[in-house]
């Protein structure tokens, strides 16, 4: 007997919020060369370290090579894809004025403090050297333009205003004090490249300190309203919006989580740094992925593994910690038995431990698929038992109807002599 089953799905139907436009060549040739601008740039940041004697990963007063480089990959593939949609732009011009703040950095190091300003444009170097401003002041904008690169009500406008406002102005009196600097020969630099006159405690630069110490709090107060804004829409939403805020949404509680562990792991550097690159590239992944929406779906069944995971992880360390502290500092057996069998006993434990979790964070995050499981787990039971081939079709249609949710189910049964 041969059979076959024919599903066929509907459209998913959901407000499209995305900016609809053509990838015109144009939109190709920015792309191009805005690549081939931040490649140059971090090729340049390579022999610029070296110069100034500094790590690639972190360049003192800037920020590390890969912050930018984790905001440009996904940024590229949104303004190649999605051209009409500002947020690829916005990380891409982010990324550039990060990378440009990194190389110059390392070059007024160079320059003033170990040549003491016998290198060529380094007036120009100290100029752009304030470059992570913008560039952060950008990535601000990203979480509250999402997903279709407008501001989520009119009454975000004056905020949005004041913001880019203040951001503007400590730009300005970046150059102001810089130019000034340059003309009084008071170019001196920290370890970092930057300017000590902007450092916001210099008793000559009163108005500087007043607006340094407004911008950073208005930044925080600007993310912090623009995710709250977003929680807050999520709670509103429906269908493919709430899935891409589901997106949004995880990748900035992985950023924050993966923020606290580095900063567990300080004496650990080298994990700590990989961590931070995790949580860096999580938000900028994520938005990524939701403007493009490409399996988009997915989300719950990522939230879900990730979360049993790590739950499983930690339950089984903490079982193999205390079997090991129990045998050697109760039973004082200090010998690689004991230590061999506490890992025998946690990976005994881990497919067991692995399933239970697994159902309650189903239970919980991904209640589709729970049902699901129960739904199919049910029928192959009933299965087992059946000898009724019309009743047999009957409940695998109802099963595909409830587990799938097809637009249609064909249920095709050939007779071919008997078999």
């Known amino acids: 007997m041969a059979d076959a089953l024919t599903v066929t799905f509907p459209e998913r139907s959901a407000r499209t919020v995305a900016f609809v436009g053509s990838k015109r060549p144009t939109s190709r040739a920015g792309c191009m060369l805005a690549c081939g601008v931040l490649l140059a740039l971090y090729a340049a940041a390579v022999p610029l370290a070296a110069v100034a004697h500094q790590s690639l990963n972190a360049s003192g007063g800037s920020l590390p090579v890969w912050v930018s480089a984790a905001f440009a990959a996904p940024g590229l593939v949104l303004a190649w894809r999605r051209p009409a949609n500002p947020l690829g732009w916005v990380m891409l011009a982010g990324a550039f004025f990060i990378a440009l703040s ?22 120009v170097a100290l100029l752009v050297q304030p470059g992570w401003a ?44 810089t130019v000034g600097a340059l003309i009084d020969h008071h170019t001196q630099v920290d370890s970092g490249g930057n300017l000590l006159l902007l450092s916001g405690n ?33 709670r509103r939403s429906s269908g493919e919006r709430r899935q891409q805020l589901k997106w949004l949404l995880a990748g900035s509680v992985a950023t924050l989580a993966c923020v606290g562990i580095s900063l567990l792991l300080g004496n650990l550097p080298a ?3 990989a961590v931070g690159v995790v949580g860096l590239l999580a938000v900028p992944v994520s ?21 049993a995971y790590a739950i499983v992880t930690g339950l089984l360390v903490g079982v193999y910690a205390g079997l090991v502290l129990l045998a050697t500092e109760v039973f004082g057996f200090r010998t690689p038995v004991a230590v061999a069998a506490s890992t025998l006993a946690a990976a005994a434990l881990f497919s067991p431990v692995r399933r239970r979790v697994q159902r309650g964070v189903d239970r919980r995050f991904n209640r589709s698929r729970y049902d699901a499981d129960r739904t199919v787990a049910a029928f192959a039971a009933r299965l087992k038992d059946a000898v009724d081939l019309d009743a047999v079709r009957d409940d695998l249609a109802g099963t595909v109807h409830r587990t799938l949710e097809p637009a249609h189910v064909t249920v095709w049964v050939s007779d071919r002599g008997g078999s």
């Open 287 to 307: 938005i990524c992925v939701a403007v493009l929406r490409y399996r988009l779906f997915d989300i719950d069944r990522i939230v879900s593994r990730t979360l």
């Open 202 to 234: 210099d008793p000559a630069a009163g108005w500087w300190n007043v607006l340094q110490a407004l911008f950073f709090p208005l930044l925080a107060v600007s993310w912090l309203a623009s995710i709250a804004s977003q929680a807050l829409s999520y």
């Open 102 to 123: 990194e190389d110059a950095s390392y070059y007024t190091v160079a320059d003033y403090g170990l040549r003491h300003g016998s290198l060529p444009l380094g007036g």
């Open 134 to 177: 913008p560039g952060i002041a950008l990535f601000g904008l990203l979480v509250l333009l999402f997903p279709d690169g407008r501001l989520p009500s009119p009454r975000w406008r004056w905020l949005t205003r004041a913001y880019l406002a203040v951001a503007a102005l400590w730009m300005t009196g970046t150059v102001v004090l």
């Open 271 to 273: 994990a700590g740094s």
